[in-house]
């Protein structure tokens, strides 16, 4: 019999509070204190974890899509498609830069950005129903 087990993305950056508090408002949950000082997680309101936010004090973040460094990661949110543009300044207004800026569009819209450490994301177009929701 297997053993139940949890997986959880860990995000490592140097100021792991204010970036588990941009995600926290970004995906509309909270933010708890986790195992350590530096380890932050971030539920949504069903109380299921999407990522955790650990201190890294020698971290650097990846120069994706630039080819400096190999992008090793990255998140991608899936968006509908009516709501992209108001993902997007949801995401801006909260600190995330823009990596690309080119108009997509459409039902392949996939809008690239950095989170306030650095780390990249995408939102990208669902065509018209969220992660989780029956077709």
């Known amino acids: 019999m297997a053993i139940a087990k949890t997986s959880v993305l860990v995000l490592d950056c140097a100021e792991p509070a204010g970036l588990a508090d941009f995600y926290a408002q970004f995906l509309g949950g909270e933010v708890r204190n986790g195992t350590s000082p530096d380890y932050f997680e971030v539920f949504d309101e069903g109380g299921t974890i999407h990522l955790a936010i650990r201190r890294d004090r020698g971290g650097a973040p990846p120069s994706w899509p630039r080819p400096d460094d190999s992008q090793q990661a990255h998140l991608h949110f899936l968006v509908p498609q009516d ?3 108001e993902a997007e300044r949801e995401a801006i ?8 800026t080119r108009d997509n569009g459409g039902p392949y819209d996939a809008r690239r950005y950095s989170d306030p450490a650095g780390h990249p994301f995408v939102l990208a177009a669902s065509e018209g129903h969220a992660l989780g929701q029956a077709n």
């Open 83 to 85: 709501n992209m543009d």
């Open 93 to 100: 207004s909260l600190g995330a830069r823009p990596l690309e």
